[in-house]
Structure formats: C-alpha cells, structure tokens
C-alpha cells in the first residue's frame, strides 16, 4: 500500500472474540496496540467496576449453563438479552433491545467519555470490535471516522445504532446476511461494507500464498484414500497450481475453548476416546487454554495423569497475555489439521482451508454461526465425543474432512484485513 492511515482500535476484554477480531489489524493501528475500552488507562473505577460486572455476569452464567434446569434457565434468560430475530418473513425491525437500552443508559451516565475525550486530542479514524465502543464514541461526539466491526455471521439489534437513520457510523460487516439484517435494523446503505472477519495476516498473505501452500499440505493430509483428491483433484490443480499426493500422516488436531471457558470439560474425553492413536502418534492434540490460568492448569494436569505413552502426543497453548496468545495460536493453525471448537467468532477461520468439527454452541449469534457454517459446507457437527475414534476416521477416509477445508477455503472470506485497510486508506 502506497498510503496507511493511522487509526485506533478499540475492542472489550470480555471473551476472546472482540479482541481476537482487532488483533489482525494492530500493525496499522496507532501505537501497534490494542485500546481496552473496559481497561483503558484514565478509566475510573466506576467505569471499570460498571464492566467488570457485566463481564463476570456473562462468564459466570456461559459456564453454569451445563448445570441442569438453574443453569439452563439461568442462561436462557440472558440469551434472551442477545437475542436474534427470525431472518424470514424479511421485514425492517427499527425497535430498540433491552440490551441495547441497557448499555445506553450507561453510555448517557458517562461511560466511555474519558476515553473519548483522550482520543479527541488527536482524532484518528476508529475502529471498534465492540458496539458499546462505538455508541460511546458517536454520542460523546468523536471527531474522527467510527468504523465498527460486526464479529459473528449474523446480530441482533444491540449492534445497530439507537437511531441509525442518522448515525455516522460504520459497518464492517462479515457476511451478506450481516448486510441484509443491517439494512433492516435501518442502517444506511452507503455506511455498511461487506469485508469479512479479519483473519491474521501471518495465516493468508497479501495474495494468499501463506494460505494456499498450507491448504495443499493439509488436503493430502486430510485424504490418505485419496476419495477427495479423484473427485476434486483437477480443480484444486487449477486454483492452487498443483495437484494433490494424498499420503498417509499424522494428524494434528486443535482443541480450542472460547474465554468462559465453559467446554474444558471435553477434553478429557477427547483424550480418552483418541488415546489409541495419541500413544501410537498418529495424532497430535494441542489443547488451547487461551489465556486462562485456571484452564491451563486444568488441561496441565490432565496432561500428566495421560501417562508416559500419551503425554509426548499432547500439548497445551497458554499466554497469560492474550496478543501472546493469538500470535502463537495463530501460528499453531498453519499446522493444524482439524480444528475442534464451538462455532464462536473462530467460525471464520474456516476461510484458512480449516475443518471445523462443531460442539454445541452457546448463545444465539453461535448459533447462527453454525448455520453458516454448514450452509457453506465448512463445518461439520460433533457427534458423539466418546466415540471420535470410531467416526472421526470415517470422516478422514471418506473425505468429508478434505472436502470442509476445500469449502472453507472457497466460501468463507480470507482476505477481510486486507479489506479493511483498503477501506481505511481510501477514505483518506
């Protein structure tokens, strides 16, 4: 690019999501860093107590979930909050949520100002993966550009502006669907930008080469009876410009976990059900406690009680800090075979020629992820934990795994950081 223009990238620290959306872009951003709207330097502690409320609330409830009826009701009523509206009959839906008027009422109380007013001082564009970032900064009148960043494939109202009509903010949305629910919650055509999720640029390329070399190694990985490569085969020469040698190998699977981390549970069974293959080293499983220390402990000691034969075939990814930890997660994923998560913002990462294997999702924007993902063919529900060892080769030698890479690859958007850029630069 002849011409980058600086900017701020604001996300939450709640999850992994919204910072995992910013990190692809902090090498243009101002200062190469990311901006923590609910831990930002200045921040008052009201503020902070305001969002480390609101955090602990949603970690809490994501985790208690599995615990039956209280669990269950508990999370249903703030799902309800984050709540999807039925796509069909399409009609326009302008009304306000609760959780949209919750947070404004908040924003009206002072929150986000201090850092607003930090940032006027010298009004950059901004960029926000969260949409609380980008009320706060058109109400308290910032005075650069606001450019929002949608982080699932479809959302609700909460991320439409209170009046939209009028609002100078701006949509980076991740799939048509995202445009399409964005018209109807009111939003202007001409603010709305259909660019994907921003995948790492480590893991794609300018021109795609990163990804592409690391997709054929994987297909003939994903394919030792070679079912994919004869029906596919030709095209993936075309499009790659090389064709495919199946060959018989290690695999390396990826367990990821979402920041509740209300699924480390199902590790122990995957190592159970896979300890076959694991002893042998047919496969590799890297269990990823993100940034957590509680989960890494956990998946620490289940390591050491694996035993001798098993231990060496497993490995656990932990960064306290979590830019730590998407860099080398990221670098993790080029190896990766087969990645093993719910249908969480990583949903998107299906665009880096990965196979998703999908346990249950939790909340509604998961499950429209899901839905997407199997409408492109990308990902693949989980079936019975216990017995991966028995369909997860069925898979492998019938090429489905093969076949949800190819897809993911050709469906889901790969290039959406670069896209963003271009976007920003443009409006110079």
């Known amino acids: 690019m002849e011409k980058e223009k600086k900017f701020y990238l604001v996300a939450a620290d709640m999850g992994y999501g919204h910072q995992r959306a910013a990190y692809p872009l902090i090498g243009q951003a101002a200062g190469r860093h990311i901006i923590i709207a609910n831990n930002y330097p200045g921040i008052s502690q009201e503020e902070k107590a305001s969002w480390k409320n609101q955090r602990f609330w949603y970690e809490l409830i994501s985790y208690f979930k599995k615990v039956p009826i209280i669990g269950q009701a508990a999370f249903g009523l703030m799902d309800e909050l984050q709540d999807i509206p039925p796509y069909y009959p399409r009609r326009p839906f302008n009304q306000t949520s609760p959780q949209q008027q ?28 969260f949409f609380v970032a980008a009320y706060f900064a058109e109400y308290w009148d910032y005075q650069g550009d606001i450019y929002c960043q949608i982080c699932d494939t479809d959302l609700n109202r909460a991320w439409a502006p209170i009046k939209p009509a009028t609002s100078r903010i701006r949509y980076l949305a991740t799939t048509t669907r995202a445009v399409e629910r964005l018209k109807l919650y009111g939003v202007g055509e001409k603010n709305i930008f259909l660019t994907g999720f921003p995948l790492p640029k480590e893991n794609v390329g300018e021109r795609r080469q990163i990804l592409q070399a690391d997709l054929l190694k994987r297909l003939e990985r994903l394919d030792p009876q070679g079912v994919f490569t004869k029906k596919y085969g030709d095209y993936v020469k075309l499009s790659l410009g090389r064709g495919l040698q199946p060959r018989l190998a290690p695999l390396t699977i990826t367990y990821a976990i979402g920041g509740a981390g209300a699924q480390r549970d199902l590790a122990p069974v995957l190592i159970r059900s896979l300890g076959q293959q694991l002893r042998r080293r047919q496969i590799k499983l890297h269990l990823v406690a993100g940034s957590r220390h509680d989960v890494n402990d956990y998946f620490q000691e289940l390591k050491r009680q ?23 997660f990221n670098k993790l994923l080029r190896t990766t075979d087969i990645l093993i998560t719910k249908p969480s913002e990583l949903s998107f990462y299906a665009g880096l020629g990965l196979p998703l294997i999908m346990t249950e999702p939790v909340g509604a924007q998961e499950e429209e992820n899901r839905k997407w993902l199997i409408k492109i063919g990308a990902g693949l529900d989980a079936e019975d934990l216990p017995s991966i060892n028995d369909w997860l080769f069925d898979w492998l030698n019938y090429g489905y795994l093969a076949r949800a890479a190819w897809q993911g690859y050709l469906e889901a958007e790969s290039s959406a950081t670069y896209n963003i850029l271009k976007i920003i630069n443009r409006d110079l």
């Open 306 to 328: 694996s035993g001798p034969a098993t231990r060496p075939s497993l490995e656990v990814l932990f960064y306290p800090k979590k830019e730590d930890y998407f860099k080398n």
């Open 102 to 129: 919750f947070f404004f009422r908040l924003v009206k109380k002072g929150l986000g100002k201090k850092l607003i007013d930090q940032l006027n001082k010298k009004p950059l564009p901004l960029v926000c993966t």
